[in-house]
């Protein structure tokens, strides 16, 4: 549990690198085994990593096992070994079934050689790129959290923050039990990858879970998704140095990583969301067989295994960025089977591949239309949030919401579709997302009809949500639009592929130092929500101090009744205090409705005691601000608890900051009552 000002930004090096460690390691080993290459397997293997500590832990809690780092260990040794023994297996089978096809079966660039450059040229880009871009994420996290302890003081944040403390405490982050903490001991199915993954890292470093989701949020957002980006734009554009241009590209959006960073409620979306890219490299491994892309991949047997491996891992992580990479996928599919019908006559299976997937996407499109979800298409208030004029200009500036607009950002992702369009034509899929996604924007924030929903469901009909995921298709334009002029420069300059380097480095460089904007705005935003003023919230440092303070006083045992909108649920957080309603979505039985209406009356009215006992309620806690849409709620739903304080059946404890705590001491079916 968390003890208020006790960690520094630098106490959570240590549980970075951890989580670092965690999130490529257990899945690196097993996609060099099946053949990928390197920079691919370091970019996917987030994604298995997160399948194969879920499911090891699953596996401990389904044998009564606690998870310690022995059970990782033995988890992931077990899947190096499936791994080796398939690998064994694959090339004993190709000796003596297709002993031709032992060599190298890449799928070769066609930026060609001048541009690819020796082996080490991408590498090195991808590894400056992605230090980069860490540098810039890192700035930013640090400058608007002064301390690894603060969280978003956002809806949800309880939850994330709560989930991952019960699966520390319980040695336990198995799938089946991974949602105990606030619904009870059967799993809703809630996509727990970023919670267990935390869970480890403060288990093994003995770190509080705060301090631990703020490793894991700085790692993927810092390292995992411009590392992803960079291999995706590899593999798009072709080239030595584009890896480095989108890494660099990928944090120069507020919509992603940053708004997600601050939207506690959407931590999960933003572990999925940087998870995505590097998957989404193993599907244009595949996409690769119908047309080549600009940059070279792996052979296409080897990507279709590595992507069947990784997606459970991403769907743990998010159920939306798989149906986010759907959407990708089905573009570059669709583009790369066009391109195929352009080839020479003579071509093997010329046009049926565009034939038969095209009609797989209007199958598709006219299946979601007809089975959407009722409550994901229901989500968010209707209507217009905002008037055409302020879409439009969100749309150009890249800034969702009250966002600073980035003009210059802009102008520079409409070069680049221009460039998209004369010089990376087989990278034209990333124009057909961004399309899908820029018009699902509008849609949700100017239009958001019935209609406009057959679109936007999949995302919630959130703004923030659409603007997040378009951020990959944005920062690959972006790329395209440095690239392109880099590129024109270095074809007739030899070594190409360095001359293209320097350029765009200059490139790279001009746009991000000098105006500085892009950091400045993205703390600008950020910030915020870790310093709300009092009516944004839920618990700050004075406060979190006096709820650690309380805590220690309770027995081991207590049961603790608080409003959940006023911030006492932190209790948990800060003292592994059991909570009467653990978050504001947890006021949802006809008993605890109850106890938050007339827990006051607990002394008078035997059905109150009743609820109350079978609950274990021993305390309760009054006191606080309640956050900003939460006072009608409060007053609705928790009148009971604040009226304790004038109760003859609760005893006043102790008192610190806002906060007065209460002890039971009579019940109306007790002796006496």
């Not at 790129?129 to 400058?143: E, M, P, Q």
């Not at 961004?434 to 699902?440: E, F, K, P, Q, W």
């Not at 021993?618 to 601000?625: D, E, I, K, M």
Request: charged residues 10%.
């Amino acid at each position: 549990m968390l003890t208020p000002g006790t960690h520094a930004w630098a106490d959570a090096m240590l549980p970075a690198l951890v989580a670092l460690a965690l999130l490529l390691l257990p899945g690196f080993v097993p996609l060099v085994l099946i053949g990928l290459r390197p920079t691919v397997a370091a970019a996917a293997s987030p994604a298995l990593s997160t399948g194969i500590v879920v499911a090891a832990g699953s596996v401990a809690a389904a044998l009564d096992r606690p998870w310690t780092a022995t059970m990782l260990l033995l988890g992931t040794g077990l899947a190096w070994l499936v791994a080796a023994a398939a690998w064994f297996g694959l090339r004993a089978a190709r000796a003596r079934w297709w002993p031709g096809t032992q060599g190298d079966r890449s799928l070769s660039s066609t930026a060609g050689p001048e541009r690819e450059g020796p082996a080490w040229a991408s590498a090195t880009a991808l590894l400056l790129g992605t230090l980069a871009a860490a540098s810039i994420v890192a700035f930013v996290l640090t400058r608007s959290a002064d301390s690894p302890e603060e969280f978003p003081q956002h809806p949800d944040t309880i939850f994330h923050l709560g989930v991952t403390q019960w699966m520390a405490e319980n040695r336990d982050i198995s799938y089946q039990h991974g949602t105990t903490f606030a619904r009870g001991p059967v799993t809703s199915g809630y996509p727990i990858g970023l919670h267990s993954m935390a869970a480890s890292v403060a288990l093994f470093t003995d770190v509080p879970a705060v301090v631990a989701v703020s490793a894991i949020v700085l790692v993927t957002a810092g390292v995992i998704w411009p590392l992803g980006v960079g291999v995706v734009a590899r593999i798009a554009f072709g080239g030595a140095v584009v890896a480095g241009v989108g890494a660099v590209t990928s944090v120069l959006f507020v919509a992603f990583p940053f708004m997600l960073m601050g939207f506690g409620v959407l931590w999960a979306n933003l572990y999925g969301q940087a998870l995505l890219p590097g998957v989404l490299a193993l599907g244009l491994t595949v996409t690769a067989g119908l047309a080549p892309n600009l940059g070279s991949t792996d052979p296409v047997g080897r990507g279709f295994l590595a992507a069947a491996i990784c997606l459970p891992g991403l769907a743990l992580a998010h159920p939306q960025a798989v149906i986010t990479g759907i959407l990708f996928l089905a573009a570059a599919a669709l583009v790369a089977a066009a391109r195929r019908a352009r080839a020479p006559v003579g071509t093997p299976w010329r046009r049926l591949p565009v034939t038969v997937i095209s009609s797989a996407l209007v199958v598709g499109v006219v299946a979601s239309l007809i089975i959407t979800p009722g409550s994901m298409k229901a989500t968010g208030a209707p209507g217009p949030e905002m008037s055409v004029h302020d879409a439009l200009q969100d749309v150009a500036g890249f800034a969702p919401r009250v966002a600073t607009p980035a003009y210059l950002l802009g102008v520079t992702v409409l070069v680049g579709c221009l460039a998209i369009v004369l010089w990376f034509r087989s990278a034209l899929w990333v124009l057909l997302g961004l399309t899908v996604l820029v018009t699902a924007y509008y849609l949700n924030t100017a239009v958001d009809t019935p209609t406009a929903r057959l679109l936007t469901w999949p995302w919630y009909n959130n703004a923030i949500r659409i603007a997040a995921v378009g951020v990959l298709p944005a920062a690959l334009t972006a790329t395209a639009a440095i690239l392109g002029p880099a590129r024109l420069v270095g074809r007739h300059r030899s070594p190409g592929w360095a001359w293209e380097g320097a350029v765009a480095a200059a490139v790279v460089a001009a746009l991000v130092i000098p105006p500085s904007a892009w950091v400045r705005r993205d703390v600008k935003w950020l910030r915020p929500y870790f310093h709300p003023g009092v009516a944004r919230s839920w618990a700050n440092p004075e406060e979190l101090a006096a709820l650690h303070e309380l805590a220690a006083q309770l027995p081991d045992d207590a049961v603790v009744a608080a409003d959940p909108w006023k911030g006492g649920t932190y209790m948990y957080v800060v003292g592994g205090t059991t909570m009467l309603w653990p978050t504001e979505k947890a006021n949802t039985t006809p008993s605890l409705r109850l106890l938050g209406l007339r827990l006051d009356r607990v002394g008078d009215e035997p059905a109150v005691c009743q609820a109350a006992l079978d609950q274990g309620v021993t305390h309760a806690l009054t006191g606080g601000v309640p956050f900003l849409w939460g006072g009608s709620r409060s007053r609705r739903q928790y009148v009971g608890v604040a009226r304790v304080s004038n109760s003859p059946a609760w005893r006043e404890l102790s008192a610190a900051g806002p906060y007065r705590l209460f002890e039971m001491v009579d019940c109306a079916d007790r002796p006496g009552g």
